[in-house]
């Protein structure tokens, strides 16, 4: 039998590897970075043996996407932001079999859904960042899901259920991932100086997502639960935060009632709202 062995919200913004070069960022995402690492290392101790990542940079049009590649290879450039991220090289395994068991089980409860085996297939950067930190090595798999921009939100929580099935009845020891932001309402382009990389473009989403993690210390799920589709649509959320309603439903949705530990500081980000928490099981 398989298991979630360590499930967490993460950030993937850029300036995170804009931090780690010479220049007015040049340390400024050190927690983040830091944190991302941790949760590597704790992977690694809890002998994990795949990554599956809701990437919420990779987002659909039309029903549900796997990358069910057996290799993940490449160099990545931004097409978003190619002066931010440029020729991020990775290499990692894919898992096959466990991307197509979760299509299988999503499929079974009436998704459109396909696990694609296309090496042309490229990860997004919502996979690829972590990655460059968690997973440097290759030494874990990776399966990543896109995020479906016309799919409700009961049809995103089918899909995290799919994926706890899927591991449960395969040998794998899976971390998740929710690869994306709190609030995400960006500055607009005219006012993208200087102070933008680090602040919040809305303060009304800054004190909704101070309030989501007071309810995450609290173990308060049910009611972030009850709030989070008007928190996805008033604070702009990223890829409507499937990423986030895919972890839940995977970890229980309201029944889940483990510690929420946050790993870094809350940072703003162009406007958004970034985090890295670790959902403990």
């Known amino acids: 039998m398989g298991e979630i062995i360590l499930a967490a919200k993460i950030t993937h913004v850029p300036s995170i590897l804009l931090s780690e070069m010479e220049g007015p960022l040049k340390g400024c995402r050190d927690g983040a970075m830091k944190s991302l690492r941790e949760i590597g290392n704790r992977a690694r101790d809890r002998g994990a043996t795949t990554y599956i990542v809701f990437d919420t940079h990779w987002l659909s049009n039309f029903g549900f996407h796997i990358n069910a590649n057996a290799r993940h290879k490449g160099t990545y450039t931004s097409h978003e932001a190619p002066h931010m991220i440029q020729d991020l090289q990775y290499d990692v395994p894919g898992n096959p079999a466990l991307a197509d068991a979760i299509a299988a089980r999503a499929a079974d409860k009436g998704l459109q859904i396909r696990s694609h085996h296309v090496p042309t297939l490229a990860l997004e950067y919502g996979t690829v960042v972590p990655m460059h930190y968690m997973n440097a090595d290759g030494a874990q798999s990776v399966v990543s899901i896109a995020t479906p921009l016309f799919a409700d939100f009961d049809e995103i929580r089918k899909v995290g259920e799919a994926v706890r099935e899927a591991v449960e009845q395969s040998g794998e020891k899976a971390v998740l991932l929710a690869s994306g932001s709190l609030s995400h309402k960006l500055w607009p382009n005219k006012k993208l100086g200087p102070d933008a990389w680090n602040s919040i473009s809305s303060e009304f989403n800054r004190q909704v997502d101070m309030l989501v993690l007071d309810l995450w210390r609290q ?63």
Not at 223 to 239: H, N, Q, R, S, T
Not at 247 to 262: H, I
């Open 219 to 281: 173990r308060r799920y049910p009611e972030f639960l009850e709030m989070l589709p008007d928190y996805a649509v008033k604070c702009d959320g990223e890829g409507g935060m499937a990423d986030t309603i895919m972890l839940f439903a995977a970890l229980g949705w309201d029944a889940y009632t483990g510690e929420a530990e946050q790993l870094c500081e809350y940072f703003p980000s162009s406007g958004s709202g970034q985090i890295n928490v670790e959902f403990h099981l």
